[in-house]
C-alpha cells in the first residue's frame, strides 16, 4: 500500500517537512481544494484534486509525495532534500526488520507512553505551555518540534523522530530546535536533545560526540500473539 505525504518547505526555507497527506489537510483545512473532505475522500481523490490545484505529485512504487508548489527553485529543492535522504539512508526500512510506518505513529506513541520510558535516568512528561498547548508537532519559528518534553526540574528535552534508519543530517536539524527553545522559552533552562530512530549509523554516532547534550536511542518493536479462550473457560 502506497504512502501519501506532502512536502513543504521548513519556514527558515533551510529543509523540507513531511507530513501524513490526510492528517497535514485536516490540521490546514485552507489548503484542502473546494469540494474535497480530507476525512471521507480516498487518497487517491484528494492526489487528484490537489494535482488540479496546481501541486506537483512525485510518485513512485512506495509513495506519493505532493508538493505545495509550482516554483521551479523550491521544488528543486524539496526533491533534492527528499533525494538525499534515499540517498543517506534516512527513513529506509530494512528488509524484513518491523518499524513504525510513518513518523507519526512513532511520535504519537512516544507521546502517549513518554513517562515510561526514562531519558539518562530521568523520567519525563509533555511539555504544556501557557495556553494548554502540549508538546507534540510544538511549533517554532524554525519548524513543528516532534516531542517537547520536561524533566522533573522543568529543564527541556527535544525530541527528533525518524521511523527507520536516520542520516547525520537529523543533528542539525535537532541542533535548530534546541536552538530556538534555549533562546526563547527556555532561557533560563537546561536544554537536551534526543534523536530517535529505528538505526543509528556510524555517521550520526560520530556527530554526536561533539555535540553536547544530545541522546542517541534507537527503538524495537515487538508484536505478540496469543490465543483467545473459550466462552466460560
Known sequence: ?????????????????????????????????????????????????????????????????????????????????????????????DAGDPSFGLEYQLRDFLAQNIERFPIDGTTLKLYVDPTGRDGVEYPTDVGPIDILAVDPMDNFVVFELKRARVADRAVGQLARYMGWVKHTIGRDRNVKGVIVAKTIDKRLRYAATVVPCVTLLEYTVEFHLHPAHDIGT
Open 1 to 93: 500500500m502506497k504512502r501519501f505525504l506532502v512536502a513543504i518547505p521548513t519556514t527558515d526555507g533551510g529543509g523540507v517537512e513531511v507530513h501524513p497527506m490526510k492528517e497535514w489537510l485536516r490540521q490546514n483545512p485552507s489548503e484542502v481544494p473546494p469540494g474535497s473532505h480530507p476525512t471521507t475522500d480516498t487518497s487517491h481523490r484528494l492526489r487528484d484534486a490537489l494535482r488540479k490545484a496546481g501541486w506537483v505529485v512525485q510518485e513512485n512504487e512506495h509513495e506519493v509525495r505532493l508538493v505545495r508548489t509550482t516554483d521551479s527553485s523550491t521544488l528543486s529543492q524539496i526533491s533534492q532534500v527528499l533525494g538525499d535522504e534515499s540517498e543517506d539512508g534516512e527513513d529506509t526500512d
